[in-house]
């Protein structure tokens, strides 16, 4: 279970998952000891020993559910490790993005990779320092940084083929869950471009988004997300529990996996 860049632990996300008969972790994966403060240059390898730990304690199948930040580590994850058996992006990215925060240096720039592999960054778009948000905001007011991802994408195109998340090389299982309304990044867009990417491959995906939705859908039995005084995130407490719930039995189901002839996982 991988959070977004805020960096907590899921324990309530992990206590539903609980609840449905699945052992569920969630690790501290940047600004804990030994760590670095940010997502900058994040070892993948870092979420490898985490599943190792769930083979040896005997689970059968491997789901990650990974939000924001946390889905674009998940993604990865489905290409690169041949045992993660099933993958749920809420809020997803379609590509992979510079660091958000320092690095173990401190530094926030000159812009790196959010993740490596095997020690090497993996490629990435950097952002583009230029943009600002609309000067209507009312100073004070949390910060919609959609057009920020937006522009950037456009800024560094030349960048965006080599910074794509392979999806269509996954093996896993792949749910991508997303609102329309996503006022943090174009999550419902970087949704649907996986999706393309992988049916054009053959290759299984459902998405399920909600037009009114924001950045971070409620599932069942979650409360509604505390309000930010830093950034809006767009949809409504109403619209965000419903794409949830809509998500839910997909979201059950490809963590199951396949059941057998008497209906058991």
């Known amino acids: 279970m991988l959070s977004g860049s805020g960096g907590r632990i899921e324990d309530e996300r992990c206590r539903l998952l609980a609840r449905e008969g699945m052992a569920a972790l969630s690790i501290r994966w940047f600004g804990g000891a030994g760590q670095p403060p940010g997502i900058c240059e994040i070892p993948l390898?870092?979420?490898?020993s985490a599943i190792e730990v769930l083979r040896a304690g005997g689970a059968r199948r491997i789901g990650v559910l990974g939000t924001s930040k946390g889905a674009e580590a998940a993604l990865?994850?489905?290409?690169?490790l041949p045992g993660a058996d099933a993958v749920v992006a809420l809020s997803p990215t379609s590509l992979t993005w510079a660091n958000v925060g320092p690095g173990e240096d401190g530094q926030t720039r000159p812009y790196r990779s959010s993740w490596t592999w095997r020690g090497e960054p993996l490629?990435?778009?950097?952002?583009?320092?230029?943009?600002?948000?609309s000067p209507a905001r009312t100073a004070g007011d949390p910060v919609a940084i959609?057009?920020?991802y937006e522009r950037s994408r456009r800024t560094f195109a030349d960048r965006v083929d080599a910074a794509r998340?392979?999806?269509?090389?996954?093996?896993a299982e792949l749910v991508l869950v997303a609102g329309g309304d996503d006022a943090m990044w174009p999550s419902l867009p970087y949704a649907e471009e996986l999706a393309a990417r992988r049916r054009a491959a053959g290759l299984p995906v459902r998405v399920i988004g909600g037009p009114d939705a924001g950045h971070r859908p409620r599932l069942p039995g979650e409360g509604p997300a505390p309000a930010s005084a830093q950034f809006r995130y767009g949809g409504s407490t109403?619209?965000?529990?419903?794409?949830?719930?809509?998500?839910?039995?997909?979201?059950l189901d490809a963590l199951r996996g396949p059941r057998d002839g008497t209906g058991a996982p």
């Open 45 to 48: 390898e870092t979420f490898e």
């Open 76 to 80: 990865h994850l489905s290409v690169l």
């Open 123 to 133: 490629p990435f778009v950097p952002y583009d320092d230029s943009w600002a948000p």
């Open 146 to 148: 959609r057009g920020w």
């Open 165 to 171: 998340i392979p999806v269509e090389r996954s093996g």
């Open 238 to 251: 109403a619209a965000d529990t419903a794409l949830g719930a809509a998500a839910w039995p997909h979201i």
